[in-house]
């Protein structure tokens, strides 16, 4: 059974940093492209970052680079998203998700979701 | 980058309706077009994949067409079960992008 379990995420203060993981499991994690997706309070899914499986190439949305960093260890079927110069509107529910390739294709699967809260 | 709008963004309908929602996407996406259900509260959920092609488990009721710009996404009978917020969303290229979201309720 394919799970992945996001921890990391907590209240923080505007300009701060959080660091995200998702620990996955019943899938070979080192094939697979992996992703991460928010969604702001009420509002919809927004694209946040993507790793590729096999070598690791890394793709992120205009609004999160040179902030969010997505990161992997296959060794410890890990995926990690260090979250720096945290803003009010990066506040959201993080998922981690698991793309159907090693370089792309739909989500599959999705975690539960960690939240992110950034205020003073 | 690929804009995709969906239509409509609500839809309340009454048990064993037929319901559709359609995507188009700003420049052509061949068939990389994804479909998914959130219910409130939950994580969202993979139906379609590949423009129509059924995600494991999902009832048959559910059912997705389309190539290039403008695809579908129907529900041939509508169940108490499937009130929730349904996205399309296009693989084609980075950055991914998903659809504003339809809310379907019953009527």
């Known amino acids: 059974e394919v799970q992945l379990l996001e921890s990391g995420g907590g209240l923080v203060q505007p300009g701060g940093s959080l660091r995200l993981s998702c620990a996955v499991s019943g899938f070979t994690f080192s094939t697979y492209a992996m992703t991460w997706v928010r969604q702001a309070p009420g509002k919809g899914l927004e694209w946040v970052s993507a790793?590729?499986?096999?070598?690791?190439?890394?793709y992120y949305a205009d609004s999160v680079k040179g902030r969010l960093t997505i990161s992997r260890d296959d060794s410890k079927n890990t995926l990690f998203l260090q979250m720096n110069s945290l803003r009010v509107e990066d506040t959201a529910v993080y998922y981690c998700?698991?793309?159907?390739?090693?370089?792309?294709?739909?989500?599959?699967?999705w975690g539960q979701g960690t939240p992110v809260t950034v205020s003073s | 980058d690929i804009q995709m709008t969906q239509s409509p963004s609500s839809v309340s309908a009454s048990v064993g309706d037929r319901v559709t929602i359609t995507c188009r996407a700003s420049?052509?996406?061949?068939?990389?077009l994804a479909w998914y259900q959130q219910k409130p509260g939950k994580t969202p959920k993979l139906l379609i994949y590949a423009a129509s092609s059924l995600q494991s488990g999902v009832p048959s009721r559910f059912s997705g067409s389309g190539s290039g710009t403008d695809f579908t996404l129907t529900i041939s009978s509508l169940q108490p079960e499937d009130v929730a917020t349904y996205y399309c969303?296009?693989?084609?290229?980075?950055?991914?992008?998903f659809g504003g979201g339809t809310k379907v309720e019953i009527k």
């Open positions: 790793i590729s499986g096999a070598g690791g190439s890394t």
């Open positions: 420049q052509g996406i061949s068939s990389w």
């Open positions: 998700a698991k793309r159907a390739g090693t370089y792309g294709g739909q989500i599959d699967y």
């Open positions: 969303q296009q693989a084609n290229s980075f950055p991914l992008t």
